[in-house]
């Protein structure tokens, strides 16, 4: 009987994840129609903060680049849309594709010279450009950025969940498939030694400004139905430094590189950051404060870096990291 339960055991195991999956699944799309307008608006919340977290741990994570300005590519898809739209009469749908398209095209322009620059100074540097944009777009008439913008509704608020949840699944399966890429490889060993990759032949110039691109695209999507779900932006909406330090913050307390650590990472933040801040609104601030203290204190890697995980349970370590040689040779 005990060598009947060793088979039974591990068969358990292997279906377990799955299972759970499915559940999780099956609860996030029949969520809108038996939680409350505030379960509902915190969900979507999350799923937003995933699509960030995901979008900025292929630069932020895997590339090893800490940005600080990637609410620039939000702000000017946002931006880009409603100008079409109210000075052009262009219909949402092709000024949101061109929105995407305009920031990508300033990402890459952005990128060129930004990530000539390494470490603290790359953060500084998008931390200029980000409040330098956001000065240039307020201060031309032209572009309303002191008056801001109106955007019609036009959905439910069930249309904007599933949204948000389509995003976010497709940016955490987009991360996956990078990671597991020879270019998603090649972006870990420039995190490592971006001279020694250069030395082993992996494009390091190129692949940065693939993933600094690539990790603009699902934010820019974001910015014209962000827009429309709050129906006003402005510069303090939509380049918002606190956009961009949530993305940073959803992958440090996450794990940084790993695929689901902005998962983990949004539903620790947006969860206690909702629940605080419709409770106690006078020091929501400070709990957030005291939330991520207690995270670098205790979990300097983010929960997935932090826990070893084995079919036995998990520990306070972290696995032995491969070197940049190993790294290449799964490529």
Do not use: C
């Not at 030395?199 to 429309?228: C, D, E, H, N």
């Amino acid at each position: 009987m005990a060598f009947a339960a060793g088979p039974t055991a591990a068969r358990l195991r292997r279906i377990a994840f799955p299972l759970a999956i499915l559940i999780v699944v099956v609860a996030v799309l029949v969520a809108p129609f038996y939680v409350s307008a505030l379960t509902r608006r915190v969900l979507s919340a999350i799923f937003f903060g995933v699509t960030l977290g995901a979008s900025y741990n292929i630069i932020g994570g895997f590339a090893g680049f800490p940005s600080f300005g990637h609410s620039v590519f939000l702000g000017t898809s946002a931006y880009t849309t409603a100008i079409l739209m109210h000075r052009y009469g262009i219909t949402f749908y092709p000024a949101w594709a061109a929105g995407i398209l305009v920031s990508l095209v300033v990402a890459a322009l952005l990128g060129i010279p930004l990530l000539r620059l390494r470490g603290h100074y790359f953060a500084v540097g998008t931390i200029m450009i980000q409040f330098g944009l956001a000065e240039i777009v307020s201060a031309v008439p032209y572009l309303e950025g002191g008056r801001g913008w109106t955007f019609a509704t036009g959905y439910s608020y069930n249309v904007f969940y599933y949204f948000f949840l389509v995003t976010a699944i497709l940016s955490v399966l987009s991360t996956w498939f990078v990671r597991r890429s020879r270019f998603g490889f090649g972006l870990l060993a420039i995190n490592r030694n971006e001279v020694q990759a250069q030395v082993l032949g992996v494009p390091t110039a190129a692949y940065k400004l693939a993933a600094f691109v690539l990790s603009a695209f699902w934010i820019a999507v974001l910015g014209p139905m962000y827009g429309r779900y709050l129906a006003y932006i402005d510069t303090t909406v939509v380049f918002s430094p606190r956009i961009s330090i949530n993305m940073l913050l959803y992958t440090l307390i996450g794990g940084m590189g790993h695929v689901v650590g902005p998962v983990i990472g949004a539903v620790i933040v947006e969860t206690v950051n909702n629940y605080v801040w419709a409770r106690f609104l006078e020091i929501h601030l400070i709990v957030y404060g005291v939330m991520l203290i207690l995270f670098t204190l205790f979990l300097p890697r983010g929960v997935l870096g932090s826990l070893h995980f084995s079919p036995r349970g998990f520990a306070l370590r972290r696995p032995k990291e491969r070197v940049v040689s190993e790294t290449l040779k799964e490529a």
